[in-house]
């Protein structure tokens, strides 16, 4: 089992749900990275739970404690272990996931793999709750990225087939990027955002759960930086996204829609703006034979929806090897898109700043 990625710093994050703590460990970090607490904090804010009605109730302060690998608010170059610890955790509601499985959850495909010595409380391993980790790294990702001018950010872009306005984010500004941040429903038109916000209160009260898609964009990294086939950038982002429990899907640039075009249209055109080459189109995403090409990176992904309802459902008894009905209790979100968010702009930050900490041509 392996819970690590990264190439020139890697991060591995270990607990479970229910456990004393979760957290995680950055080797390879460069020494002298300013540490911004308060940034990684606001990042960890925006993924916390009991933020809004279409959340799961749950409380779960998520102050990190830094144990290593920081000394004066800089990162001393050995390795960063943190841990964040769990208070809010009501694991009698699992009791009966012990032989019985939640449809959508790892809970049989994990009893077959662990040989049922898995944690099942809340998800154990398996559970949302280890995005907190990723969300603290890619915090100190995102900060670090800024002060090379380079941002990130994510939108809901749609909610259960409610769009937002069709307004690329590659055309915000980094102010514009921050503001978006700082908005608890995180759509360019709050008319929208509402809209969406109603549909999930809708599915709330029918007992069930609905999901959407996230777009998210890199804006400020240079051409140059991802290998061809295995190393490619939107091969190793995608690793890490489809790590995020509730990811089913990734689309880079025009995605899937380009299969709609002609070649001509598909073509990103290259020009001279001054001394940058640039594109007048991105529909490859800003991303060619797997290496940036100077244009803001853009991928879409699609988040299901949350799979622990309230509405009585078929399953089995895979320890009786019996068929059953299973209720789902417990705190669980109606909508878990809006918390996704900073979960997937911390993979993009990771991603970059592992990227830019690789590049020969970087003079960091």
């Known amino acids: 089992m392996s819970s690590s990625w990264g190439k020139n710093f890697r991060l591995t994050v270990f607990g479970e749900s229910h456990s004393r703590g979760i957290g995680g460990v950055i080797d390879d970090l460069p020494a002298g990275i300013p540490v911004d607490m308060d940034a990684i904090g606001r990042m960890l804010a925006r993924r916390a739970t009991g933020m809004s009605a279409i959340a799961t109730a749950r409380r779960e302060p998520d102050k990190p404690e830094i144990l290593s690998g920081v000394f004066n608010g800089k990162t001393t170059g050995t390795p960063l272990a943190f841990v964040i610890y769990n208070g809010d955790q009501h694991s009698a509601d699992y009791s009966n996931l012990a032989e019985t499985a939640r449809p959508g959850h790892a809970d049989y495909s994990g009893f077959v793999r662990y040989g049922g010595y898995n944690d099942y409380r809340g998800g154990g391993h398996f559970s ?24 990130v950010a994510a939108r809901i872009k749609s ?14 500004g980094l102010d514009e990027m921050a503001a978006l941040k700082a908005k608890p429903f995180p759509t360019l038109s709050d008319g929208r955002g509402r809209l969406m916000y109603d ?16 777009e998210c964009c890199i804006i400020g990294l240079p051409a140059g930086l991802g290998d061809p086939i295995f190393g490619a950038f939107e091969s190793e982002l995608s690793r890490l996204l489809f790590s995020v429990p509730a990811v089913k899907g990734v689309e880079f640039g025009a995605g899937f829609d380009i299969t709609k075009m002609t070649g001509s249209e598909a073509n990103d055109e290259f ?69 996704a968010v900073p979960v997937v702009e911390s993979c993009a930050a990771l991603c970059a700043m592992d990227f830019l900490l690789g590049g020969k041509k970087i003079n960091d």
């Open 271 to 339: 020009y001279m703006d001054g001394p940058l080459v640039r594109t007048r189109t991105n529909n490859n995403g800003g991303i060619n034979g797997g290496i940036t090409n100077g244009m803001p990176v853009t991928f879409r992904v699609a988040v299901k929806p949350t799979p622990s309802i309230a509405r009585p459902q078929s399953t089995v008894n895979f320890k009786t090897d019996t068929d059953a009905e299973l209720v789902v209790k417990g705190r669980h979100d109606a909508c878990i898109v809006p918390r």
């Open 199 to 214: 549909r999930a209160m809708a599915a709330k009260a029918d007992l069930d759960s609905v999901g959407g898609v996230i």
């Open 159 to 172: 909610i259960c087939g409610i769009e937002d306005e069709d307004r690329a984010l590659s055309t915000l």
């Open 128 to 151: 949302g709750r280890l995005t907190a980790p990723v969300v603290f790294a890619g915090g100190l990702a995102a900060s670090w990225l800024e002060g090379r001018g380079v941002g």
